[in-house]
T-cell receptor
Framework: RKEVEQDPGPFNVPEGATVAFNCTYS??????FFWYRQDCRKEPKLLMS???SGNEDGRFTAQLNRASQYISLLIRDSKLSDSATYLC??????????????FGSGTQLTVLP | DAGVIQSPRHEVTEMGQEVTLRCKPI?????LFWYRQTMMRGLELLIY????????DSGMPEDRFSAKMPNASFSTLKIQPSEPRDSAVYFC???????????FGSGTRLTVV
């Protein structure tokens, strides 16, 4: 079983739609969670952190469910520019030293005009 | 801030040749990571350094791969001899202790023919 699993998609949605991605992680000791965005033929870039209480950044909402070990990303009123691959990222921290990120394989989103 | 700088952007080489990828992290960042991305396997961590010291190289696929960080502002990833299955995009990323924000370089797209 992969440490971090995502539905690869692709998700094809019309402009203005609401779309949600889920991601599950296997290590219950995982401490920190993020969503990264990767545009075609570009590097991954941090989109937002995921906090236990859930958090919003404009049209984007991230949530964490520790009991079920999944995180989600909700995009409201989707724009053409939201088309990208969204990577779920988990960090395990031990003794205050950060280990490396573990990336999901990504969910591809295409927003259609 | 120039960000993480990688060179070359593209590399095409023949099987059996030596390939050297270069990375300059963000000044002041004390962690440096080398990742490889392929369609089949997604983003994989190859090796990471903390304060120029290799901490975890368990992701390095085999002895043909080696990485060095002679100083805080420069790292190399070398493949010798290269094989067609090494074809991928290689990303370098850096971060600073206490901050979970990883900054990726633009990547080196390697093609081994």
């Amino acid at each position: 079983r992969k440490e971090v699993e995502q539905d690869p998609g692709p998700f094809n949605v019309p402009e203005g739609a609401t779309v949600a991605f889920n991601c599950t992680y296997s290590n219950s000791a995982s401490q920190s969670f993020f969503w990264y965005r990767q545009d075609c033929r570009k590097e991954p870039k941090l989109l937002m952190s995921v906090y236990s209480s859930g958090n919003e950044d404009g049209r984007f909402t991230a949530q964490l469910n520790r009991a079920s070990q999944y995180i989600s990303l909700l995009i409201r009123d989707s724009k053409l520019s939201d088309s990208a691959t969204y990577l779920c990222v988990v960090i395990d921290t031990f003794s205050g030293s950060a280990r490396q990120l573990t990336f999901g394989s990504g969910t591809q989103l295409t927003v259609l005009p | 801030d120039a960000g993480v700088i990688q060179s070359p952007r593209h590399e095409v080489t023949e099987m059996g040749q030596e390939v050297t990828l270069r990375c300059k992290p963000i000044s002041g960042h004390d962690y440096l990571f080398w990742y490889r991305q392929t369609m089949m396997r997604g983003l994989e961590l190859l090796i990471y350094f903390n304060n120029n010291v290799p901490i975890d190289d368990s992701g390095m696929p085999e002895d043909r791969f080696s990485a060095k960080m002679p100083n805080a502002s420069f790292s190399t990833l070398k493949i010798q001899p290269s094989e067609p299955r090494d074809s991928a995009v290689y990303f370098c990323a850096s971060k600073i202790t206490g901050d979970y924000g990883y900054t990726f370089g633009s990547g080196t797209r390697l093609t081994v023919v």
